[in-house]
């Protein structure tokens, strides 16, 4: 099993760009969230999904959006790039209990935004 | 608002030394208590659970305590290795009763084992 498998890891924009961070897992898990890590704070919840075709906002939901068509696959879109969005993303899945099991992260994808 | 604080921000231990990070948190209802270890450039990986009724839980050279009556865990670190070099984060899942099963991160004690 790769488990939680993000892309890209590192990505610059531009202030106004549009780009997806890719999450794909293979561990059948039904819950997938979007983490930031900003230094200094905590990981924040952004977007998490309990289930395909099924979407919810965390604590920092703007200016960002998520599908989740998949059970395997849930994308976040950054939909018009700020420096404020410079930030390490992580996604992560849990097997059961949505956000309060286990959650298993993936490598996380590095983002600046000049 | 539910917050979770953690102490000391970052420490330094030489190889073999024990160590003890603290965990303090307000999250009520409390549904369960995770430590992740999260190792430089990589993602956060669990190391313990515990829920309400527990009050210690070990892994290896890592053991977890909990007082849910001071709302205070801490996780010790037995004969400390380079590998223990990470950031340490302690994350405190509500109960549903409450309203939210958001859980709350701490910001991580940042360990630094010398040789």
């Known amino acids: 099993n790769a488990g939680v498998t993000q892309t890209p890891k590192f990505q610059v924009l531009k202030t106004g760009q549009s780009m997806t961070l890719q999450c794909a897992q293979d561990m059948n898990h039904e819950y997938m969230s979007w983490y930031r890590q900003d230094p200094g704070m905590g990981l924040r919840l952004i977007h998490y999904?309990?289930?395909?075709?099924?979407?919810d906002q965390g604590e920092v939901p703007n200016g960002y959006n998520v599908s989740r068509s998949t059970t395997e696959d849930f994308p976040l879109r950054l939909l018009s790039a700020a420096p404020s969005q410079t930030s390490v993303y992580f996604c992560?899945?849990?097997?059961?209990?949505?956000?309060?099991?286990?959650?298993?992260f993936g490598e996380g994808s590095r983002l600046t935004v000049l | 608002k539910n917050q979770v604080e953690q102490s000391p921000q970052s420490l330094i231990i030489l190889e073999g030394k024990n160590c003890t990070l603290q965990?303090?948190?307000?999250?009520?209802?409390?549904?369960?208590l995770r430590w992740y270890k999260q190792d430089t450039g990589r993602g956060p990986v669990s190391l313990t659970i515990m829920t309400f009724s527990e009050n210690t839980k070990s892994n290896g050279r890592y053991t977890a305590t909990l007082d849910a009556d001071t709302k205070q865990s801490s996780l010790h670190i037995t004969a400390s290795q380079l590998s223990d070099s990470a950031s340490y984060i302690c994350v405190v899942s509500p109960h549903a009763s409450g309203g939210s099963y958001i859980p709350t991160f701490g910001r991580g004690t940042s360990l630094i084992v010398h040789p």
């Open positions: 965990c303090n948190y307000t999250v009520s209802p409390f549904s369960n």
């Open positions: 999904s309990v289930g395909a075709g099924i979407t």
């Open positions: 992560a899945s849990s097997p059961s209990g949505g956000p309060t099991g286990e959650l298993f």
